[in-house]
């Protein structure tokens, strides 16, 4: 009697057991340090540039008047299209609600961009992009010094080397 008594208590036991949750990975606690304003900030910022940049780099697949501003077309759209999926992630996980749409200042050069042709369009190109790439890394650079958020900060400093790459790109074909 004592053992059938000692086996229904261990059994009612496991079967309490067997109702808890066993994953408690979802049962940790967040441990992403929740953005800051400056974290904001620069992912708001990023994407709408990654936004325009795409929209721009289609633009020179379509009408650049060589084969080499075609391919920084194509780079611009394949790095930012990327980059953006992991932007648009993060903000995700981190609650940080991004713009819709670029930025008026953005959309103006695209038009400007749209209305070139040839030659002209293929310089107003490289100029746009070149400004912009600047401004995104310098915008890059604050967030690696100023962000609090470790998620947000690593994520810009593995974008930054493929800004630099593509400024870099920018500025050689300016020759041309």
Known sequence: MRTRLTLLLAAAALAGCAEAPTNTAALAPKTDTPPSEQDRAWMRAIHQG????????????????????????????????????????????????????????????????????????????????????????????????????????ALAKEVAPTLEQHLSALRGAHGE
């Open 50 to 153: 990654n936004v325009a940049e795409i929209q721009t780099g289609r633009l020179a697949q379509g009408k650049g008047s060589t084969k080499r501003i075609k391919a920084i077309g194509k780079t611009l759209v394949q790095d930012h299209t990327a980059f953006d999926i992991k932007v648009a992630q993060l903000a995700t996980r981190l609650g940080v609600q991004l713009p819709k749409s670029i930025s008026a200042h953005q959309r103006e050069e695209i038009l400007q961009l749209r209305a070139a042709v040839g030659k002209d369009f293929d310089q107003e190109f490289l100029a746009t992009m070149t400004n912009e790439h600047m401004a995104a890394i310098a915008a890059t650079k604050m967030e690696i010094s100023r962000g609090s958020s470790p998620a947000v900060v």
